[in-house]
T-cell receptor
Framework: KQEVTQIPAALSVPEGENLVLNCSFTDSAIYNLQWFRQDPGKGLTSLLLIQSSQREQTSGRLNASLDKSSGRSTLYIAASQPGDSATYLCAVRGAGNNRKLIWGLGTSLAVNP | NAGVTQTPKFRVLKTGQSMTLLCAQDMNHEYMYWYRQDPGMGLRLIHYSVGEGTTAKGEVPDGYNVSRLKKQNFLLGLESAAPSQTSVYFC????????????FGPGTRLLVL
């Protein structure tokens, strides 16, 4: 059974720091992995989607990497800003016939000015 | 484009009452989903639909019913609300169920007393 774990559960950093959020999964047979952002009282916004054949994806200051064999993904945020404060969720889609999304619990990020 | 909208934003019910949550999307997406989000549990799929007139069960379907009479709308019904259904409910849609990302609504907070 696929399990997705995100560490740390919460993170507080000063503005300008580069930071890494971690996501690990137990079954390497995945179709893709996605990183989402959730702001308080709001829905989720997709940030990056990495297919199982890819190693990384970049969007602006965000870079997500995927190491399927070790069951790990990282979300790198460069030069963090207070506007980056949110909860970041990782979701893994299974391969084969089981294509459902399995979600991590998220990392709550606070970037302090 | 409004994207994915949800009605209502917040609701308080008494045990045993019924209600319907409405989700609407204007992106002509085929797939629509209902999730619930609870502290320490992550997002869990309740029901989903792969097209107009179709519905299917997700991980936690008990106590809920859904209907997809029109492509743009996906309704989630609670026939007899229970305190265990206190949660934040998110609707999402996607063009297809595979590699495409899901677009989320802002959520409905439901409190069952």
């Amino acid at each position: 059974k696929q399990e997705v774990t995100q560490i740390p559960a919460a993170l507080s950093v000063p503005e300008g720091e580069n930071l890494v959020l971690n996501c690990s999964f137990t079954d390497s047979a995945i179709y893709n992995l996605q990183w989402f952002r959730q702001d308080p009282g709001k829905g989720l916004t997709s940030l990056l989607l990495i297919q199982s054949s890819q190693r990384e994806q970049t969007s602006g200051r965000l870079n997500a990497s995927l190491d399927k064999s070790s069951g790990r993904s990282t979300l790198y945020i460069a030069a963090s800003q207070p506007g980056d404060s949110a909860t970041y969720l990782c979701a893994v889609r299974g391969a084969g016939n089981n294509r459902k999304l399995i979600w991590g619990l998220g990392t709550s990020l606070a970037v302090n000015p | 484009n409004a994207g994915v909208t949800q009605t209502p934003k917040f609701r308080v019910l008494k045990t045993g009452q019924s209600m319907t949550l409405l989700c609407a999307q204007d992106m002509n997406h085929e797939y629509m989903y209902w999730y619930r989000q609870d502290p320490g549990m992550g997002l869990r799929l309740i029901h989903y639909s792969v097209g107009e007139g179709t519905t299917a069960k997700g991980e936690v379907p008990d106590g809920y019913n859904v209907s997809r009479l029109k492509k743009q709308n996906f309704l989630l019904g609670l026939e007899s609300a229970a305190p265990s259904q206190t949660s934040v409910y998110f609707c999402a849609s996607s063009y297809a169920g595979g590699p495409e990302t899901q677009y989320f609504g802002p959520g409905t907070r439901l409190l069952v007393l």
